[in-house]
């Protein structure tokens, strides 16, 4: 990742800041956290998304490493992923990336989905890695990634962890500007086109103390006018510079592997990425002793709905066949787990749960699987997490607050009104209502306002007339005994969509592919919906509606996925969480629902996506584990991951 990007912060800010006499006074502190989006992709495009230019330098660093298919290597600041996805390509198995941005890395990970590649990138601070010590054979920290701190001991922080998380004998290799080359050759003014509609102005100089160029970019649109005005800084190392940096951190045997430069495809500007330097050094550490490493198990307490007790949501309101077969499977592909590292303990008995927790010598982390609620009433599933908090038990998944919220798909809606984020038109029946007339034209789809699981949505909830929106809501108060506020929702006729996150945003999470609903197998009289049928009803012809990958525009999934980051972080849901969107009649997506906590079974959403893109239902439930002892270990809490 080079840095002659731009600015963009989602809040408003101003155009542009006119003639400055100081560009070093209007340098954020942490400028690297904003600046890599969209607009960094076109202005440093010449360079960052020349496939020639990127192969050019993966040759170079393989042949200095001496790179091995078999090595684990770390792509360190990997901007959108273009060295990563190189080195996969070409064969390399053990490859991952790791940056602050996360728009960045979201086309890394989207790229790599294209390709077929399986490659893991994280958003996280190089300051401070998410890795186990002694983790890879090879960091790389490449594109003039290194110098964007205000200090230099910052810069020391991040060389002390890629020390750590090498192992004994491994390599880094760092790609950075020549200092010495720019604090003499930098431009202090240029400006070049982008495209046919938005060109940049450059401005630069030296900072007070000559250690960093501070530079501008104003990036503008001929007919809209200036789109951001930015300031940035870095830090100009000179070979000695390096070097004696390198040393303190601890690495030895410090090479430098002469200079790279780089073409533009538009013959133009190319500030820090003009002349760089490569170089090379190596970890000599003793691995630790090892402690004859029989490792103490994790104990995993995996709390479920009681097979004993009546189920409203449920057919039947009793666990049947399919429910026990979904459980079997579960426990079988945590039984794959056990090897590395857990010991399961199932709790499904509601009636001595408290009793049963307290009386366990040891746990480590409870993996709380009871989305049908405490004592199987759904509107008592945040019961079970605020039990776990009380007792003082570490857990995965969403806070009782979280489950509160996003039980009332009303305040949900509002919510993300208030957020900028689209969503049907809805009119809201209070209990008892018999008299009303809806603000917008049917179709429309009528559903309870509090429930999940699609509880009391059937095809009948697609209305076409002021009688059918009648029949639809007498059968939602009678067939299913509901006596709260129902929904009426304008019904969108394009794909129905869904997307899946596991982790903990802003720095740790993976984003699964975006699926749709396929109805071909559908009668076509039947409305296109995914409503109770298509999940309880094994003998109607919503059975057999498939989850498929979702092709949408680039905009389209860009937006689904950056709205739905927000809102996971708005709400507070944790680990993992699901998003129901579909798109309106003018190509537009619109948010319906989110789910914390999501089904978790075998044949659900989240494992149809996960599945998509190679991930075995054993692992995506490690999945969540893992991260939920991350959030965890991050924050003191007691469930350490297992190595």
Not at 198 to 218: A, P, T
Not at 286 to 305: A, F, M, N, S, Y
Not at 376 to 396: F, M, Q, S
Not at 510 to 531: A, F, N, Q, R
Request: hydrophobic residues 35%.
């Amino acid at each position: 990742m080079s840095s002659r990007g731009t600015r963009k912060t989602g809040k408003k800010q101003r155009k542009s800041f006119g003639p400055v006499e100081s560009l070093e006074e209007h340098v954020p502190s942490d400028w690297w956290r904003r600046i890599f989006n969209s607009i960094y992709l076109k202005t440093d495009g010449d360079v960052v998304n020349n496939p020639s230019i990127t192969k050019r330098e993966v040759d170079l660093f393989t042949r200095v490493l001496k790179l091995s298919p078999e090595d684990r290597v770390l792509d360190l600041c990997c901007g959108h992923g273009r060295h990563t996805l190189e080195l996969a390509r070409r064969g390399f198995k053990n490859v991952e990336g790791l940056d602050i941005s996360r728009y960045l890395v979201q086309k890394a990970r989207s790229q790599a989905k294209r390709e077929g590649l399986r490659i893991r990138f994280r958003i996280g601070d190089a300051r401070k890695l998410p890795y186990h010590e002694n983790a890879f054979d090879v960091v790389m920290i490449l594109g003039n990634s290194f110098g964007y701190f205000e200090t230099i001991e910052e810069d020391m922080r991040v060389l002390r962890e890629v020390f750590r998380v090498l192992k004994p004998y491994g390599r880094i290799l760092i790609d950075v500007a020549d200092g010495e080359y720019l604090r003499e050759n930098f431009k202090p003014r240029s400006w070049e086109w982008i495209d046919r509609k938005h060109f940049v102005c450059r401005e630069r100089s030296l900072s007070l103390d000559k250690q960093r160029l501070i530079s501008r970019e104003i990036f503008t649109h001929i007919e809209k006018g200036v789109v951001v005005d930015q300031f940035y800084a870095e830090r100009l190392y000179t070979r000695e510079g390096l070097k004696e940096l390198l040393e303190r951190a601890g690495f030895s045997d410090v090479t430098f592997h002469g200079a790279i430069t780089s073409d533009s495809q538009r013959g133009q500007d190319l500030g820090m990425m003009e002349k760089r330097i490569v170089v090379t050094a190596i970890v000599r550490k003793d691995w630790k002793p090892t402690v004859k490493q029989r490792k103490e198990l994790k104990t995993i307490v995996v709390i479920l709905g009681d097979p004993t007790k009546r189920d409203p949501v449920k057919p039947g309101q009793i666990f049947d066949d399919d429910d026990l077969h979904t459980i079997s499977r579960l426990k079988e592909a945590l039984r794959e787990l056990e090897p590395r590292g857990y010991r399961f303990v199932y709790l499904n008995n509601h009636s001595t749960l408290i009793h049963d927790l307290m009386k366990l010598k040891r746990i480590d982390l409870v993996f709380n699987l009871c989305d049908e609620g405490y004592n199987n009433d759904p509107r008592k599933e945040l019961h079970v997490p605020a039990l776990l908090e009380v007792l003082g038990i570490p857990y995965t998944g969403a806070p009782p607050h979280c489950l509160a919220y996003c039980y009332d798909k009303m305040l949900v809606r509002s919510l993300a009104m208030n957020m900028g984020i689209p969503v049907p038109s809805t009119y809201v029946i209070e209990p008892g209502t018999i008299s009303f007339e809806i603000p917008f034209e049917f179709p429309a789809v009528v559903k309870p306002n509090f429930g999940d699981s699609s509880f009391g949505i059937t095809q009948r909830s697609v209305v076409n007339s002021a009688e059918e929106l009648l029949n639809a809501i007498s059968e939602i108060r009678g067939r299913f005994g509901y006596d709260k506020q129902i929904l009426v929702e304008e019904f969108l006729p394009g794909d129905d969509l869904t997307l899946g996150i596991i982790g903990n945003p802003p720095d740790d999470y993976v984003v699964l592919p975006i699926t749709k609903e396929d109805y071909s197998s559908l009668p076509p009289e039947l409305p296109k919906i995914c409503g109770y049928e298509a999940k309880w009803c094994p003998h109607s012809p919503y059975w057999n509606i498939k989850s498929v990958s979702a092709d949408l525009p680039e905009e389209v999934e860009r937006f689904i996925v950056e709205c739905s980051l927000k809102l996971f972080e708005r709400l507070e849901c944790r680990d993992y969480c699901r998003f129901d969107w579909r798109i309106d009649s003018k190509g537009k997506p619109r948010l319906l629902e989110v789910n914390p906590n999501p089904g978790w079974c075998w044949d659900g959403h989240l494992a149809k996506a996960a599945g998509i893109v190679g991930i075995p239902y054993s692992e995506m439930l490690e999945m969540i584990l893992r991260t939920a002892m991350r959030r965890l270990n991050s924050g003191g809490g007691v469930a350490e991951e297992p190595r």
